[in-house]
C-alpha cells in the first residue's frame, strides 16, 4: 500500500496515451528516435506497435552533457545509433522523463553531429516541469510536479511492460 498523497503514475496507461500521441505526429517518412535509456525503449516499442519500417534510433547526451564534471562517465556505455540518414528527415525525438532541459539540449547537439533534420519534435511520457533551458515537449502523455530531491524512474520488465518508481526523498 502507498503512502497518503504519494504519486502513483501507471506508465503501461500511459504509453497508451503516448502511443496515441506519436500516431498524430508521424508523417510517412518520420523517423522515431529515443533518447538513452528510458526513451529508447519507448522508441523501440512504438516502432513495433506503429508498425513502422527498420529500426528506431537511440541517441546518447553523454557526450555533450554540460554536467559532465559532476556526473563523470556515468552514460559512457551508452551509444548513439541512427540507422538513417539526419539530414532532412522528420524525427520524432522520444523520452521518458521530461525535467530541466539539459538532456535534450545535449542530445540535440548529438542529433546535429550527424547531420541536419527537417524538423524534430519532442514527445515524452511524463513532463514534471522544473526546466531551466526554453524547451516544451509537443506532446507529453501526463504533466507532474515533483520535489527537486524526487525524481522518476522509468523500468522495463521482460516482457517489456513499463513502469515508475519514485526515488528520492
Do not use: C
Not at 504519486?7 to 503501461?12: K, R, V
Not at 519500417?53 to 562517465?73: E, L, N, Q, T, Y
Amino acid at each position: 500500500m502507498s503512502e497518503p498523497g504519494a504519486l502513483l503514475l501507471d506508465a503501461e496507461a500511459l504509453y497508451g496515451e503516448l502511443l496515441r500521441g506519436v500516431r498524430g505526429l508521424l508523417g510517412a517518412d518520420t523517423r522515431l528516435v529515443g533518447i538513452t535509456s528510458g526513451g529508447a525503449w519507448l522508441a523501440e516499442r512504438l516502432q513495433q506497435d506503429l508498425q513502422r519500417p527498420g529500426k528506431a534510433g537511440v541517441i546518447s547526451s553523454a557526450m555533450h552533457r554540460d554536467d559532465f564534471a559532476r556526473r563523470g562517465m556515468s552514460g559512457a556505455g551508452q551509444q548513439t545509433q541512427l540507422p538513417f540518414d539526419v539530414n532532412n528527415a522528420d524525427i520524432v525525438l522520444l523520452d521518458d522523463v521530461l525535467y530541466t532541459g539539459r538532456t535534450l539540449r545535449a542530445v540535440l547537439n548529438e542529433l546535429f553531429d550527424y547531420g541536419r533534420p527537417a524538423s524534430v519534435k519532442l514527445a515524452v511520457l511524463v513532463d514534471r516541469g522544473g526546466r531551466e533551458l526554453p524547451v516544451q515537449a509537443d506532446l507529453a502523455a501526463a504533466r507532474v510536479t515533483l520535489p527537486a530531491a524526487q525524481s522518476l524512474a522509468l523500468a522495463r520488465d521482460a516482457q517489456g511492460r513499463f513502469s515508475f518508481a519514485v526515488e528520492g526523498a
